[in-house]
């Protein structure tokens, strides 16, 4: 079973819906992170989560927004989606107890078609 | 801003050959660097990591080098493998404990292996 799960792993919508992606993680871990990723770039943080009461803005964080409902969950949502937040939406997890903490564990990715 | 950048977008190498993939940061302060893989359709996946107090380490089949002095991380992998074709992405830390370790990820390299 994959520790950090995605849903759902495809999505089109029309522009000006609104959309929640959620992501799930069976790993344990403290943090959680959300990223969009565009097709020549790199992944860019959306938000981040070090705990359940602490959401922090990333460096894209403008149209989004989260809700980490518990230390497993952490969803995304997109209040009213626009043609320009097409991409690929990947969740990840990390660990501060471990040695590794800032090692960040992928999940298979959500692809968004806005339309 | 942090920069993480490639210095070659795509690289193709014969089954067997060892491959070198290159990456520059600019942000003196960070302290920690990590590989990943991602196949097509999947999330991105941890291969091996790094501390700034190191220049060398290796995993199976992987070693990644790191030189502090012009900023600069490669990875390299030896007997090259079709399996091995991916885009890969390196990414810093910079810091660390409750408020930072965040990772800023490059654009990634696309590794192409030919039979």
């Known amino acids: 079973d994959a520790d950090v799960t995605q849903t759902p792993r495809n999505r089109i919508t029309k522009t000006g819906k609104r959309i929640m992606l959620e992501c799930s993680q069976t790993k344990g871990h403290d943090r959680m992170y959300w990223y969009r990723q565009d097709p020549g770039l790199g992944l860019r943080l959306i938000y981040y989560?070090?705990?359940?009461?602490?959401?922090n803005k990333g460096e894209i964080s403008d149209g989004y927004s989260v809700s980490r409902q518990a230390q497993a969950k952490f969803s995304l949502s997109l209040e009213s989606a626009i043609p320009n937040q097409t991409a690929l939406y990947f969740c990840a997890t990390s660990d501060v107890k471990t040695g590794s903490q800032e090692t960040q564990y992928f999940g298979p990715g959500t692809r968004l078609l806005v339309l | 801003g942090e920069s993480v950048g490639l210095h070659l977008p795509t690289l193709s190498v014969q089954e067997g050959d060892n491959s070198i993939i290159n990456c520059a940061y600019s942000n003196s302060a960070s302290d920690y660097f990590i590989w990943y893989k991602q196949e097509s359709g999947k999330g991105p996946q941890f291969i091996i990591d790094i501390r700034s107090n190191m220049d060398k380490r290796q995993g199976q089949r992987v070693t990644v080098l790191l030189n502090k002095t012009v900023k600069h991380l490669s990875l390299q992998i030896a007997a090259t493998q079709p399996g091995d074709s991916a885009v890969y992405f390196c990414?810093?830390?910079?810091?660390?404990?409750?408020?930072?370790?965040?990772?800023?990820f490059g654009r990634g390299t696309q590794l192409t292996v030919w039979p």
């Open positions: 989560s070090f705990d359940v009461k602490d959401i």
């Open positions: 990414a810093e830390n910079i810091g660390r404990g409750s408020t930072l370790g965040r990772l800023y």
